[in-house]
């Protein structure tokens, strides 16, 4: 009951014209005619268009969706097709409990069904906050039917005091206020509410950014399009050129499965570092990865993306946010900056039907001091390098925020400036961390390496942006002003702190990260590419076979029926924490 391409035939007609059974057909038909389309519309041959709306009141970040869905209207009726909209299971990043991290893989699981299970020829999936992102370009390469990526666009810029304000950034900046009495609670919650003065997603480089660049960089929205703070006009237009755009594709059968090869991760991967990409890209890269059924093993976030600079000066490794952005270019300006050096493969194929190398190489940058030309970038090496050892098979880190005072601390032997030891303190999971932090018993000291466990997808479902923790407030005071922080959950933003994330197995899978204990001297050698616990192959097979005969490493009960769910299904951060399983049902031939 799906497209016949062969025959040039729309899966949506299986639905609305299939002689072999009109029952089914007439049943399928009066329903969908009973808020006013017509038969004939209905049976006129044109394209049905999904709009996988991922706006609604509980997701304010991609609530202006809902305005654009006109414009998109528009666009699809005008170039032949005919609109059909529908929910996708709300992701708000800062309004769910007790992590948005859970609803990207129950998002994606209802868009599946959607997609596949109704008459929909082409859909247009409309991005934004966080996860909304990638939840949506998962669904659609399981499915694999032609599909564009439609950005909400970010917030316009934040501003106090003639200062701009970033979203998240501010928040940092705001509690330093509020601890140092230079603020009340009135003021701080103005203070942090002046980041967010538009519709619209966070305008500081972070993950909705991160990955709406991304879905462009990929190919799968329109080139230029990801970085129109939501409240231009301009954004507007690119939501009718969208919903022209998926009617085409649907008549160029140009499926999801065209545009996402390897070589357009690549290109994202790049990308990626050149804006100083958030640390949760690698993670929704892999499960897009796996559900188009490309290899893409989290090795190559080191090797690809790595030795690439960073050109774009947002906040929060820079000064500006998401207007200016868009004003020096956005996408398409770093993409050619990357063209130049022979880094991006340019015949990859895009949604627009041309290539990324047609689409970018003539971009210019608009602002130098936004987007910087490749040879002078703010960073050298911007990317993320990957570590492995006795405490977890796979983590990324990103090298550049190692500060000279870290180095100095924590180096082993003054000759070799890449390799460092300390002693752990270990915290289980975000309550405990909070809990114990400011306790001089933790025994926290300038030299220690903090250890945050129990936070990967199975030990808090989802798994948790906690890995970034401050140093307790006796060190601060002291001049202190991060520790490395080590483990299996996320992290928001950035941080200045030289952190190891998205540790893969996670304690609760029983990784190494389980048997550490706070003493334990622990080396990391960015020379070898390696994190190992100091204690012998013999004393962990111990710790092991204990905790074994405890049973296991414990984390909280599940509260909801999905938590218990994705528990028992999902997998680690490394291979993109999907639901184990889901992949086999990538659909190349719409057979
Ligand atoms: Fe939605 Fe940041 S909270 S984009
Ligand atoms: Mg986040």
């Known amino acids: 009951m799906t497209t016949d391409p062969a025959q040039g035939k729309l899966r949506s007609r299986a639905w609305f014209d299939n002689p072999d059974n009109i029952d089914m057909t007439a049943l399928y038909l009066e329903r969908y005619l009973n808020f006013g389309l017509s038969l004939d519309e209905l049976r006129s041959g044109k394209p049905i268009i999904g709009i996988a709306q991922t706006g609604s009141d509980l997701s304010p970040c991609n609530r202006h969706h809902l305005v654009l869905a006109e414009r998109l209207r528009e666009g699809i009726r005008e170039a032949g097709g005919i609109a059909i909209e529908f929910p996708v299971h709300p992701i708000q990043e800062t309004g769910k409990r007790p992590t948005a991290g859970l609803d990207r ?89 002046s980041s967010a ?16 660049s991304l879905a462009e960089a990929l190919g799968m929205s329109l080139p230029g399009s990801a970085a129109i703070p939501a409240p231009y006009r301009d954004r507007q237009e690119v939501a009718y050129l969208t919903g022209k755009r998926i009617v085409e594709m649907v008549a160029e059968d140009l499926k999801p499965s065209d545009i996402l090869t390897r070589e357009a991760f690549h290109n994202a991967i790049k990308v990626n570092s050149a804006i100083g990409g958030s640390t949760n890209a690698p993670i929704h890269l892999a499960a897009i990865a796996r559900h188009i059924g490309v290899e893409l093993p989290v090795e190559d976030w080191e090797t690809e993306g790595h030795k690439i600079p960073l050109l774009v000066n947002l906040q929060p490794a820079g000064e500006y946010l998401g207007e200016d952005y868009y004003r020096a270019g956005g996408v398409p300006a770093v993409v050619a900056q990357l063209i ?29 001091k936004v987007i910087r030309p ?36 924590y180096l082993s032997n003054p000759d070799d400036l890449n390799a460092f030891e300390g002693p752990a303190v270990v915290f289980d999971g975000p309550e405990d961390y909070h809990h114990r932090i400011d306790d001089p018993a933790t025994g926290i000291t300038p030299a220690t390496l903090l250890f945050m466990r129990g936070a990967g997808p199975i030990g808090y479902p989802g798994a948790a942006e906690v890995v970034n923790m401050r140093p307790p407030a006796y060190l601060i005071t002291e001049g202190v002003h991060s520790l ?12 200045g702190s030289p952190s190891i994330l998205n540790a893969s197995p996670e304690a609760a899978a029983m990784g190494g990260l389980a048997l550490l204990q706070t003493g334990d001297r622990v080396r990391i050698d960015l020379n070898t590419g390696s994190a190992n616990v100091l204690i012998s192959d013999a ?40 639901l184990e399983g889901a992949e086999k049902y990538q659909r190349i031939a719409q057979t």
């Open 484 to 495: 490395p922080c080590i483990g299996d959950g996320r992290q928001s933003g950035t941080s």
């Open 197 to 212: 003065p538009s519709t619209g997603y966070c305008n500081t480089m972070g993950t909705a950014t991160t990955m709406n």
């Open 340 to 368: 130049g050096q022979g880094l991006i493969h340019e015949d990859a194929i895009t949604v627009n039907g041309r290539t990324m190398g047609d689409n970018c190489r003539d971009a210019t940058i608009e602002d130098e």
């Open 539 to 578: 004393e962990l097979a111990e710790r092991r076979r204990k905790l074994e005969a405890e049973g296991g490493y414990r984390y909280p009960a599940s509260q909801t029926p999905w938590q218990e769910i994705q528990r028992a299904v999902v997998g680690q951060m490394a291979t993109g924490a999907i």
């Open 105 to 193: 893989n129950l998002a994606y699981l209802g868009l599946v069904e959607s997609l596949y299970g109704y008459p929909i020829d082409g859909v247009v999936l409309t991005i934004g906050c966080d996860k909304t992102t990638p939840a949506c370009l998962m669904a659609a390469a399981t499915v694999n039917i032609p599909a564009i990526a439609l950005s909400v666009g970010p917030m316009l810029n934040g501003w106090h005091k003639g200062e701009r304000t970033g979203s998240g950034t501010i928040v940092w900046k705001a509690r330093q206020m509020l601890a140092a009495g230079e603020i009340d609670d009135a003021e701080f919650i103005r203070l942090v509410a």
């Open 374 to 409: 490749f040879d002078q970038p703010l960073k050298e090496e911007a990317g993320f390098i990957v570590l492995k050892g006795n405490l977890f098979d796979a983590a990324v880190m990103k090298t550049s925020v190692i500060s000279e005072e870290f180095r100095e601390r």
